[in-house]
């Protein structure tokens, strides 16, 4: 038992920066109403940064344009390196929150949740071009000797660090019951014209409280980084049981959110524990622990987000009933072919690898820019359809014109089972759900040897339909990738294109956009808005799974690293670059995600290739501020300016109801 | 659709009839306080019913409770079956449905496919037909009538937020009738509408109610609801204080108290007693 004691208290290094970055969140959204999905990425930065100050001297700016370091002369003494990376992390969530999110204060959800993860994947690869990927170790901050409780040895910095989180909790309590700026933020929660009544400016008040939030998340960074090494993805994705840890305090008591953080941190380290012992638990259990608590905190004890009455709300974008398609159709078949053909090697891999992006962002349409649903998990679902497809084929033999399409139903299930939490919840609340699940469902089963093959990755046989060969390759190497392949593609590309064009134009398309715009009056018009969600998600998935099927063919050869996280949030920031609501906007999206032509030309060319996640981070970002239509919107507002915008981008408050919709 | 207004069946004689609607003790409450207390009534088929009251009264909560956006106690029957139970959308396909006095269009949508997914009522297995051959839209004929009974045919391809208030409001009330509901609840279906367009509606209230659409209608304006209506019910702090055609709604003194008991709410006093001056409403 002894022995379990030890690890649970072990466990609360993890556990306190949970919690901190948990607070921060909270604190974040009682003053903005924007939950950071960067917040892990921040704390990362700034850890980072402390850590070169002390070991060089140098002070790493995240700016671009700005020279790239400072040097101090020589390695800077803790305290000096202590107060310059608090007050970097002060300056950094002062700018975060001029430049990215204050001007989408009225903005719709997504575009919230979009310019988050944008900020995510830009402070993420940034560090990654400014630090590398490696592991770091620091030199320790806190006395680490183990001292004796309840008899064993526990090392004294985890102890110290619990000690802290709690002591945080407590400050962050006191000063927002006491103290004059606390209770106009918790009256800019409820009303942001309340906080106005009370003398302060919301603006004011959310940029204090970004900085706080900043500051207290950079301090979890610098003094884990002390006690374990820390690689840049981890300290990214500590968001997730951050989150979970924010939920569970309903993103308004810092006392709940530090003590679930902690909670979390322990569970997971005695799970480490209890796995020697108990040998039938799930590998994945460690990793999956923090959405089992998203999941029993949003879904099973209704622990939604509180509503915030914001000044004005702006709707998702419009999206348009298709016109003239035989006319596009025929142009981009054209186009498509006559690219694949004199195309080559690198070149033709990419216009291929646009395509299978195309597919995976039509889901995203179907889901987001119809039913108005946010997902992170879309690869998920993709790389459920790719191990599918491996196990189908290669271990139970099926024919691949039933093993193709029967991979995309699985994918199309799982849909359906992440879809249900979306019966509850909606909006932010559902991003969280979605990035929870897509997180355990690498866990548990993406990096279990058992079902995908484990580092040697899942192995899928060339695709043959009728005695042709449509496969990537030839047999004996060759022409590679074949034009065969890349018709292969096109040819479910064009198919999946029209019925999503077609699904905009028929009753069931008008129903989902009736849910997306209005729950309340779509059930008085009978429409079974619970039925539309399901067959949403399932429709999406069907179709992101039909893209990992492309995918896995392409690849002959498939890992969980296809399909993580980090892959799913790329995908939606392509989706929303290229146009969210129009499938226009998802052959754009296509041309745009990473390993596409886009970005292919851009590297030949301009050899940019390194700063291609920095580069679709900010460029999400601009999107969501300046173009919520995406590339494809944009360019049709451009050749015809005289068409009615039929979506102005204020609106008056009381007049819509978008706030009810997506909040 | 006939130009003159219906003959509706005399009031007198509903409880005779078979009721298309039958509300029996409905109460709705919010933690301590109750919104609609115990509240019985029946709809006959084919008539105009409303319901007036002062600010505050539960008319709107009566409303979501018929409809099952809120939960009640009591027991509804419609078209002689249970459906307090039901979830919203089946008592939708049952034949009732509603507007709301926040309109709630579907703002994503263009005019004429507000009417559309109104008067659509789909299969499940729809979908994979619609991913083939999306345009088969059955009730097209049902909604251009509808369009133009409401003047919105030139506005067909709009979006709603760029339409006025009043036309606003007459697509909220022409998603409403285009679904071909046998009872009608309208929630303030008058507001925001001038002189001109409330007449126009009256008489479109009128003519659908005597195509057998029954209607029952919600507002506080006397100019509206006293021509228009054959029936009239009056809910005072949640409790039904009166019910009786528009002339007797009209002398009842516990009406006129409950009316002039509300912090003085003088405009709504001048308008009952301005309709009662105009026997039979002006609009005829």
């Given amino acids: 038992m002894g022995d379990y004691l030890v690890f649970a208290l072990a466990g609360m290094g993890t556990g306190a920066v949970y919690a901190s970055l948990g607070l ?95 900020f995510m994947i830009a402070l993420q690869a940034m560090v990654v071009l400014r630090f590398g990927t490696a592991n770091r170790s620091f030199a320790p901050v806190l006395a680490a000797e183990p001292i004796e409780m309840l008899g064993v040895q526990v090392p004294r910095d985890r102890l110290t660090l619990g000690l802290l989180t709690v002591l945080m909790a407590v400050a ?29 400016s919301p603006d004011v008040l959310a940029a204090v409280n970004w900085m706080l939030a900043t500051v207290i998340a950079g301090l979890a960074g610098m003094l884990l980084g002390g ?51 108990v040998d039938w638990l799930p590998t994945g259990l460690r990793d999956g622990l923090p959405f089992l608590v998203i999941i029993v905190a949003l879904v099973v004890a209704g622990r939604s987000l509180p509503m915030r009455g914001e000044l004005s709300q702006e709707r998702l974008p419009f999206a348009n009933r298709p016109k003239d398609i035989p006319l596009y159709a025929v142009a981009g078949l054209g186009v498509a072919v006559v690219a694949l053909y004199i195309t080559e090697g690198g070149l033709r891999l990419a216009l291929i690898t646009s395509m299978i992006g195309a597919i995976l962002c039509l889901s995203l349409v179907v889901l987001t820019g119809f039913l108005g649903q946010i997902s992170l998990a879309q690869m998920t679902f993709a790389g459920a359809a790719g191990f599918a497809l491996s196990a189908f084929s290669m271990q139970m033999g099926l024919p691949l014109v039933v093993a193709a399409p029967l991979s995309a139903v699985v994918a199309g ?110 059930a008085a018009a009978r429409i079974n808005v619970t039925w539309i969600k399901l067959l949403t998600f399932g429709l999406a998935s069907f179709i992101a799974g039909l893209g990992g099927a492309l995918l896995a063919f392409r690849q002959g050869q498939i890992s969980f690293e296809s399909f993580g996280v980090f892959v799913s949030l790329s995908l939606l920031a392509a989706a929303v670059l290229g ?37 679709s981070g900010l460029a999400l970002i601009f999107t969501a501020i300046l173009s919520p239509q995406g590339i494809s919107g944009a360019v049709r507002d451009g050749l015809d300016p005289a068409a009615e915008n039929p979506n102005p981008r204020k609106r008056l408050a009381g007049l819509g109801s978008g706030e009810r919709i997506l909040s | 659709m006939s130009t003159t207004a219906g003959v509706s069946p005399d009031p007198s004689r509903a409880a005779d009839h078979e009721a298309l609607l039958a509300v029996r003790d409905l109460t709705v409450s919010y933690g301590g306080l109750t919104a609609v207390k115990r509240v019985s009534l ?9 319901m007036i009251g002062p600010n505050g009264a539960g008319k709107t909560t009566f409303i979501d409770a018929l409809m099952g956006y809120t939960p009640a106690q009591g027991r509804i029957e419609f078209l002689g079956q249970r459906i307090d139970q039901l979830s919203v959308h089946r008592r939708a396909m049952l034949g009732l449905t509603r507007t709301f006095q926040s309109l709630e269009l579907f703002e994503d949508l263009t005019v004429r496919e507000n009417l559309q997914v109104s008067a659509e009522d789909p299969k499940w297995w729809t979908i994979f037909l619609d991913v083939i051959i999306p345009n088969r839209d059955v009730r097209a004929p049902r909604v251009d009538e509808l369009l133009d009974a409401v003047g919105l045919k030139n506005y067909e391809d709009m979006l709603p937020a760029h339409l006025s208030h009043g036309d606003r409001q007459a697509v909220s009330i022409a998603r409403a009738m285009v679904s071909d ?31 057998g659409t029954t209607i029952f209608l919600i507002d506080h304006d006397m100019d509206l609801v006293m021509p228009t209506c054959d029936h009239i019910f009056v809910l005072e702090f949640g409790e039904l204080i009166a019910s009786g055609p528009p002339d007797r709604i009209r002398s009842d003194p516990r009406v006129i108290e409950a ?14 007693e301005r309709a009662a001056g105009e026997p039979g409403g002006e609009d005829r």
């Fill in chain 1, 24 to 118: 921060g969140v909270v604190l974040g959204y009682k003053g903005s109403g924007i939950i950071n999905f960067a917040q892990g990425a921040m704390a990362m930065y700034v850890a980072f940064a402390f850590d070169q100050l002390r070991r060089t001297g140098e002070l790493i700016l995240p700016v671009i344009g700005l020279p790239t370091r400072i040097g101090l002369g020589g390695p800077a003494p803790f305290p000096v390196a202590f107060f310059l990376a608090l007050l970097l992390a002060a300056l950094l969530g002062l700018m975060v929150y001029f430049f990215v999110f204050r001007p989408l204060r009225y903005a719709p959800t997504l575009a919230k949740v979009v310019a988050s993860i944008g």
């Fill in chain 1, 227 to 277: 006690i374990t090494a820390l690689d840049p993805v981890t300290y990214t994705l500590a968001i997730v049981p951050a989150l979970g840890a924010a939920l569970v305090g309903r993103f308004n008591s810092f006392g709940a959110t530090a003590a679930a953080g902690l909670l979390i941190g322990m569970g997971q380290s005695v799970i480490t524990r209890l796995q020697l012992d």
């Fill in chain 1, 172 to 200: 962050l309590w006191a000063f927002f019951r006491f103290t004059r700026f606390g209770t106009a933020t918790r009256a800019a929660a409820e009303n942001e014209k309340g906080a106005v009544l009370l003398g302060f």
């Fill in chain 1, 579 to 615: 146009g969210i609501s129009s499938v226009s906007g998802a052959i754009v999206g296509g041309g745009i995600v990473s390993g596409g032509i886009a970005f292919v030309a851009l590297d030949r060319w301009l050899g940019v290739g390194q700063y291609q996640l920095l580069i």
């Fill in chain 1, 413 to 522: 299930v799982l849909g359906l089972l992440v879809g249900i939490p979306a019966l509850r919840v909606r909006g932010v609340n559902l991003a969280v759900v979605t990035l929870g699940a897509a997180v355990a469902v690498e866990a548990f089963i993406f990096r279990n040897p058992d079902y995908t093959g484990g580092f040697e990755g899942a192995r899928i046989p060339s695709p043959t339909f009728a005695g042709f060969n449509l496969g990537i390759g030839g047999q004996g190497g060759g022409d590679f990738p074949r034009v065969a392949f890349g018709l292969f593609v096109l040819t479910i590309l064009t198919l999946a294109a029209l019925a999503v064009v077609n699904l905009r134009k028929s009753a069931t398309g008008r129903r989902m956009l009736a849910v997306r715009a209005n729950e309340r009056a779509a």
């Fill in chain 2, 181 to 211: 509901a046998r009872l009608l609840l309208l929630d303030e279906p008058g507001a925001g509408l001038d002189r001109n367009e409330k007449e126009g509606l009256s008489q479109l209230l009128r003519e659908v109610a005597a195509d």
């Fill in chain 2, 259 to 272: 009316y002039l008991g509300t912090s003085g709410d003088n405009t709504e006093v001048a308008a009952a």
């Fill in chain 2, 42 to 50: 029946d709809i006959a088929p084919g008539s105009v019913v409303g």
